[in-house]
């Protein structure tokens, strides 16, 4: 059974790294991995029970008969609802991300990008985009701020080849600025919600990679568009029977949206609870705000207006489903113990945590980034009372964690089927693989081993 769930995991990721190809949903794959797993786990939940969970089982017993039932009632409660909060905890952050960007964007808090752009001077187009996706990705969610800002793009850039190089560069700064920090990027969140590592200490240490491996490709693929763009400078857009929010009031709930993520680390740190509850407060914050500032709106049916636009909210529920069934999916394979199996013969045969990272990182360019860094966490636990040694790297704010997190992050750019940011421009300009591959591949990989050797450098010296 074992082999079975293996086989099915193994499958699945070949589906996901083929979807361009074969048009089959990634998150259909990852929801079809978690289910179909967790029903083979359990129907032969005795002996896998046995194997991991023996003494947990008999206190859940408590003296009574084992039977069936009850193997599949102490599944239920100790193993399989574990693994359900774990992935409950990153959607809800995300849900929360995603709304908050989407408040924002809709109230028009981000029309500063477009005022600023009013040059056809390439340099500064490309610039001023790519500064503000990798700022804004940095504290919000990585999909909806590509998607976001690609549309802003699309608007003015009017040359479809000079779109595709900028697109590019937006879809590296949204990768890159959010595995810069533990709100950016879901595999973040999931490092910073299990004690991995602490908000100070990993922007502390990625913030400079990242930035390098943002820079670099950025102004090499500067060098291919002409001095002077195709451009166009639409009007404010139309937002329904817009109340037209004055300058004081974009600013204020900027300031409460963003202000409001950067307060979450520190509730974190202050109570405990998961990131996920403060994103949920600054979201409900927000809203009242948002209801206030559109008061005129809110009994009238142009409210409807204002909504999350259709293509976005089904980008938004594929991304969700995905994260949930790939936690799911991987969460079942974990039980089975070949995580740990794999880590040993890692621990043996490779024992270096940075080739284990540039493996990651060309995989993530393949398959998909969120999967292949949930695969790399999955094989080690947070270790405790760890001061020297290879077992060092997997403490919490061990080199392991960092080094993973931006691998996977920024190799994932290596190919635009690597990760949603790039499906989304391939979707959005009609970007092909090919032409990616030709002008962007080379550039982005010279960034990231750049970033990397800088990571490595701080490891070493500060350590």
Not at 62 to 73: D, H, M, R, T, Y
Request: glycine share 8%.
């Amino acid at each position: 059974m074992t082999l079975i769930i293996v086989t099915l995991l193994i499958l699945s990721y070949l589906l996901i790294a083929t979807g361009y190809l074969t048009s089959v949903n990634k998150s259909a794959i990852a929801m079809f991995i978690a289910a179909v797993g967790w029903v083979v786990y359990i129907c032969y939940g005795t002996d896998f029970v046995m194997a991991l969970h023996a003494e947990d089982y008999a206190d859940f017993l408590s003296g009574s008969a084992p039977s069936s039932e009850q193997v599949k009632l102490f599944i239920y409660d100790n193993i399989f609802l574990k693994y359900v909060g774990k992935a409950a905890a990153i959607v809800m952050f995300l849900l929360a991300t995603m709304a908050i960007v989407e408040i924002l964007n809709n109230n028009g808090c981000f029309d500063f990008i477009q005022d600023w752009i009013r040059t056809r001077n390439s340099r500064r187009v490309l610039w001023t985009l790519s500064l503000a996706t990798f700022a804004i990705s940095a504290n919000l969610d990585n999909l909806t701020t590509t998607t976001m800002m690609l549309v802003i793009m699309h608007k003015i850039v009017q040359n479809s080849r000079q779109r595709m190089v900028v697109g590019s560069c937006i879809v590296l700064a949204a990768n890159c600025g959010g595995c810069m920090t533990v709100i950016g990027d879901p595999a973040g969140v999931v490092l910073w919600g299990n004690g991995a590592v602490t908000a100070s200490n990993f922007f502390t240490y990625l913030a400079l990679p990242a930035i390098l491996a943002w820079c670099i490709p950025t102004w090499w693929l500067g060098r291919i568009l002409p001095e002077r763009l195709d451009v166009a400078w639409p009007a404010a857009p139309y937002r329904g029977d817009d109340t037209n929010l004055n300058r004081w009031q974009r600013i204020l709930m900027l300031v409460v949206g963003i202000g409001g993520l950067w307060f979450i680390p520190t509730f974190h740190s202050i109570t405990k609870l998961s990131p996920f509850l403060g994103a949920l407060c600054v979201l409900s914050v927000l809203w009242v705000v948002n209801e206030a500032m559109n008061r005129k709106l809110n009994n009238s049916g142009q409210m409807a207006r204002r909504l999350i636009p259709v293509a976005l909210q089904y980008d938004t529920l594929q991304q969700i489903l995905f994260v949930m069934g790939i936690m799911l999916g991987l969460g079942v394979v974990t039980e089975t113990g070949v995580f740990q199996s794999v880590a040993e013969w890692i621990d043996t045969n490779v024992h270096d945590i940075w080739m284990v990272g540039l493996v990651s990182g060309f995989l993530s360019s393949i398959v998909d980034t969120f999967t292949i860094a949930m695969s790399n966490f999955s094989l080690y636990p947070v270790l405790e009372g760890v001061t020297d040694g290879y077992a060092q790297n997997f403490v919490q704010n061990g080199a392991f964690w960092k080094v993973i997190a931006f691998s996977s992050g920024v190799g994932g750019c290596l190919l635009c089927v690597g990760n949603v940011s790039g499906l989304a421009l391939m979707k959005m300009e009609h970007v092909t693989l090919g032409w990616y591959l030709k002008h962007c591949t080379v550039k982005v990989l010279v960034g990231w081993l750049v970033g990397m050797l800088v990571l490595a450098a701080e490891l070493f010296f500060f350590v």
